[in-house]
């Protein structure tokens, strides 16, 4: 069956920076665009990134463009997300799926990423 297990969250300052990784199992990955995704407390879920099958090209919201990259490795079926210049408001929960539309409906147990001083 599909998986996805997210990790690498942590709590950190404003400004720090994370390295969030996403094995996956059950499915072909590389033959999937992927993306991240995250759910603040009372907020609900939203895009973060995405990136197509061989990873030349990712795409981001206005919020955390130039602060966040997406990459692969198909031979690993993982995806990745490297977050610097973090907020106070990146504070969220962060899973990864498909992308641009989550097509597995077992989404993972997500990553806790808390940017607080």
């Known amino acids: 069956q599909v998986q996805f297990v997210e990790s690498g969250g942590g709590l950190v300052q404003p400004g720090g920076s994370l390295r969030l990784s996403c094995a996956t199992s059950?499915?072909?990955?590389?033959?999937?665009?992927m993306g991240w995704y995250r759910q603040g407390p009372g907020k609900e879920r939203e895009w973060v990134a995405g990136?197509?099958?061989?990873?030349?090209?990712?795409s981001y919201p206005d919020s955390v463009k130039g602060r966040f990259t997406i990459s692969r490795d198909n031979a690993k079926n993982t995806v990745y997300l490297q977050m610097n210049s973090l907020k106070v408001e990146d504070t969220a929960l962060y899973y990864c799926?498909?992308?641009?539309?989550?097509?597995?409906?077992?989404w993972g147990q997500g990553t806790q990423v808390t940017v607080s001083s």
């Open positions: 059950g499915f072909t990955f590389s033959t999937y665009t």
């Open positions: 799926n498909t992308w641009p539309r989550p097509r597995f409906d077992s």
């Open positions: 990136i197509l099958w061989a990873g030349g090209s990712t």
